[in-house]
T-cell receptor, first 114, second 115 residues
């Protein structure tokens, strides 16, 4: 089954404790992206990747890192999480960056930073 | 910078009522437009998309949307909603910006359908 998976689905952590949220897709998609969803703000892009070893900042990259060492994986790293990073995070992938390509979303990771 | 506006933040309808959710974007060039739906507790799924051709596009579950270029709008419609349409709906625009394609989402509209 074609899908985007994320782990963990739920995470409660404390300020400053490094964490990684994994994202994997099995559709051989080139383009992958991370979003955070906050009430009243919709989805905001954190980082995106156009292919292996090619990543760039989205609209709200502060406090986050990403890597793309393999085509299928695109982990999101919070080196020193803070309470304002409490949010619902979605990973997404698409065939390419072409404008008509729809994005396929993972199930989401709800992160709480105390 | 491109932006997407969804003016209706929360809509409550009775079953069988007609639905129209507004979406306006700010970008003067060629755009690709999407509507995604997020059912409670689930991830976003594509409802429909427009990138060229007939400006009236049909999607899944009886939804349709009309692209009106002169109004920079891509409103979502459904003639008769069902309780199962209760969800949050996001409009998104994909347009060239600075040499790459940028996707921008609206803030979403929560639809509550009352049986």
């Amino acid at each position: 089954e074609a899908q985007v998976t994320q782990n963990p689905r739920y995470l409660i952590t404390v300020t400053g404790k490094k964490l990684t949220v994994t994202c994997s897709q099995n559709m051989n998609h080139e383009y992958m992206s991370w979003y955070r969803q906050d009430p009243g703000l919709g989805l905001r892009q954190i980082y995106y990747s156009m292919n292996v070893e090619v990543t760039d900042k989205g609209d709200v990259p502060e406090g986050y890192k990403v890597s793309r060492k393999e085509k299928r994986n695109f982990p999101l790293i919070l080196e020193s999480p803070s309470p304002n990073q409490t949010s619902l995070y979605f990973c997404a992938s698409s065939l390419g960056q072409g404008g008509h390509n729809e994005q396929f979303f993972g199930p989401g990771t709800r992160l709480t930073v105390l | 910078a491109q932006s997407v506006s969804q003016h209706n933040h929360h809509v409550i309808l009775s079953e069988a009522a007609s639905l129209e959710l507004g979406c306006n974007y700010s970008y003067g060039g060629t755009v690709n437009l999407f509507w995604y739906v997020q059912y409670p507790g689930q991830h976003l799924q594509l409802l429909l998309k427009y990138f060229s051709g007939d400006p009236l596009v049909k999607g899944i579950k009886g939804f349709e949307a009309e692209f009106i270029k002169s109004k920079f709008s891509f409103n979502l419609r459904k003639p008769s909603v069902q309780w199962s349409d209760t969800a949050e709906y996001f409009c998104a625009v994909n347009a060239p910006m600075g040499g790459y394609q940028k996707v921008t989402f609206g803030t979403g509209t929560k639809l509550q359908v009352i049986p």
